[in-house]
Structures are given as structure tokens and as C-alpha cells.
């Protein structure tokens, strides 16, 4: 697929927010909230493997018009079985391409709100466990990452780690609030991290939960099993094996989230540059008030190592590890984790 010109930035075009029948919306079951986490994690490390399989495109592509359209029935079941509906939908034009979120409304609204980064080639469904808790905090923004599968559309190549920034940092810019507390998770802690490194204006704090690449590169186990993982035609048992591994071997069942995820391995194509790890000192440079939640049985990396590097690291950092989380963390301890956040934005909210 050709990809669009892109026209110079501007506001945020509002759209209507998806709505499901009542018959489709429900809170998703405590059982599951290991699988669907884990979904999500097998990605981060997949998609160090996925950039080898991707085409010539300079920017992130479905394949086809029939790919497509089953991701986006994925995408549309998925953000059915949220807890809650988005109040509104943003579609934020930046140089890069055009930004996806939804805004949730929840307390304190005159607070500056959160804004959830998802992991590798996941979006804002992803998320569903964690609204609840989250919106008792503040109101919140979804991200569906640029350039990956999702309803953000990429129109320029994402080449390097001060574009993965700059791209993030025109969308935050035009949010009508003047401050917002970044959560990432996984690569999603990453690219929260890489925008605090390049342009931090806007951050009022940031909360890297599990982040990779940041404090600890992955592990070799995690960097050979993704290989199948992301070979898009092999079976969909062989995604479902490695998706248990990274969730520490939880069971695999077919589930919204799921199937979204494994549309989009099949379906789109990601360009973009592999998150290269931070430069320490530039992170010791950085002035943001920053939690980091590490998963303590997280097979992704030496989840102790990272802790310590953080601890030694950080300016103005707090570090807290979970010793018997997965890198599946904010599926497993949604309700804690929002505590944690909770007495970080006390501190510096």
C-alpha cells in the first residue's frame, strides 16, 4: 500500500468513539489477566525479530486490503470488550503520521491525566485490566503506538530513537492539558524513557513498568524463541507456545486481545528502527520524577540486574520490584500496580 502524503501538523481531528452493543461490553475475567498481559509481552521481544521479515515499505503497511480488514474486525471486538468506553477518539496529525488515542474520563479531571504507552505491536485494548484502578487516579489516554498494527497511520520512516521521540512528543504537545504522567509498559516504558531523554517538556512524571532495552537488554532465550514467533506463516500454535513462555507458562485460550495481536503479526508489516539501549548518562541527565516497576520473575531480562542499573542511574527515581510477576505485570497486579501510581503521582502530581 502506497502511503499517504503527509500534511503539515495541526490540531487533533475529533471522531466519534466506537461504541459496542450493550450485549458485547463487559469486565474482563480476573483468570484471564495473565494470558491477555502475556499476549501483549510476547511482542516486545517478537518484534526485535519481526523487523528482519518486514518488506521494503519505508513505513509500517498491512499487506493487504483483505489483512486489513480482519485486523480491524479484531480491533473492533477487542475495544468491545473494554470495560468502559472511551468519551472521546483523537486522531492527533503529526510530521510522522497520524496518532490514534481515546481519552477516558475518570478522577480528577482537572489533574493532569495519564497517558498508557502499550508494548510492541499492541494498542489501547491491551489496557482493559488496568482502567479500572487507573481511572480512579485520573482520566486517561490510550496510545495505539505509530507504525504499528493499530489506528495510528504511518506517512514518514521512523528511522532512529530521536524520531521515535519527536513523533510522540508532537502528539503530547497538541493534548489540550499543558502536563501529562506517562505509563509505559514494556517497549512502551522504552519509548516513554527515549521521549524524557529527547524532549521531556510536557512530562509531569514518567512510570516504566517492566521496560526493556532501558536498564537491561533482553535475554538470549527471549531473542531466539521470538524467531518463529514473528515468521507471520508459521502455524499459530508456535506464537501461542512462545506467548505462554513470556507469561512464565500460563495457559493459552483464544481471547479478544489475543486475536487482535495475532492479526496484526500476520497482517501488518513494521518499519521502523529497533529501541536501542539508552545511554546511561543521558538517563542520569533526566530530571523527571520516574518509578520503575520491575517484574521480578520477568524472562524478557535479568530483571535484578535492571533494578540495580535503575537504582544507580536514576536522578529523581524510585524503583520497586514485584518478585513474583511475570513480564505479563500489569495483567497480573492491575490493582496494585495503580496503587503504586497512585502514591507516585501524590508525590509529584
Not at 75 to 95: I, W
Not at 211 to 227: D, K, N, Q
Not at 251 to 268: F, L, N, W
Not at 282 to 289: G, K, L, S, T, Y
Amino acid at each position: 500500500m502506497s502511503p499517504r502524503v503527509p500534511e503539515p501538523p495541526g490540531a487533533p481531528v475529533l471522531t466519534a468513539a466506537p461504541q459496542a452493543p450493550p450485549a458485547l461490553r463487559r469486565r474482563w475475567r480476573p483468570t484471564r489477566r495473565r494470558l491477555l498481559a502475556g499476549a501483549l509481552a510476547v511482542l516486545a521481544a517478537a518484534g526485535l525479530a519481526w523487523w528482519g521479515f518486514a518488506g521494503r515499505s519505508p513505513v509500517g503497511h498491512f499487506t493487504s486490503a483483505a489483512g486489513k480488514d480482519r485486523f480491524l474486525a479484531a480491533y473492533g471486538a477487542a475495544m468491545a470488550a473494554m470495560p468502559k468506553a472511551p468519551e472521546r477518539t483523537l486522531d492527533v496529525r503529526t510530521s510522522y503520521g497520524i496518532v490514534r488515542l481515546y481519552r477516558f474520563a475518570g478522577a480528577h479531571d482537572d489533574r493532569p491525566p495519564l497517558v498508557l504507552l502499550p508494548g510492541r505491536a499492541s494498542s489501547s485494548p491491551m489496557w482493559a485490566d488496568n482502567l479500572p484502578s487507573l481511572l480512579r487516579l485520573r482520566s486517561v489516554y490510550t496510545v495505539d503506538l505509530l507504525g504499528e498494527p493499530g489506528m495510528s497511520v504511518q506517512d514518514r520512516p521512523i528511522t532512529s530513537d530521536r524520531d521515535h521521540a519527536a513523533w510522540l512528543h508532537e502528539t503530547l504537545v497538541r493534548l489540550p492539558e499543558p502536563r501529562v504522567h506517562l505509563v509505559g509498559v514494556s517497549v512502551g516504558g522504552w519509548t516513554a524513557m527515549n521521549l524524557a531523554v529527547h524532549d521531556p517538556g510536557k512530562v509531569a512524571t514518567l512510570t516504566l513498568v517492566d521496560p526493556v532495552c532501558v536498564f537491561a537488554g533482553l535475554s538470549l532465550a527471549v531473542v531466539v524463541r521470538s524467531l518463529p514467533a514473528a515468521v507471520p506463516w508459521l502455524p499459530k500454535w508456535v506464537r501461542e507456545d512462545f506467548t505462554s513462555w513470556v507469561a512464565n507458562d500460563a495457559p493459552v485460550r483464544d481471547e479478544p486481545i489475543g486475536a487482535m495481536i495475532e492479526a496484526g503479526m500476520q497482517t501488518y508489516r513494521i518499519t521502523l528502527s529497533a529501541p536501542s539501549r539508552l545511554d546511561g548518562h543521558r538517563i542520569a541527565a533526566v530530571d523527571v520524577p520516574t518509578l520503575v516497576i520491575m517484574a521480578g520473575d520477568s524472562r524478557m531480562h535479568d530483571a535484578a540486574a535492571a533494578a540495580d542499573t535503575a537504582r544507580r542511574t536514576l536522578r529523581a527515581g524510585t524503583v520497586i520490584t514485584y518478585p513474583d510477576a511475570s513480564h505479563a505485570i500489569n495483567g497480573e497486579y492491575p490493582d496494585r500496580l495503580a496503587r503504586d501510581i497512585g502514591a507516585h503521582l501524590d508525590r509529584h502530581g
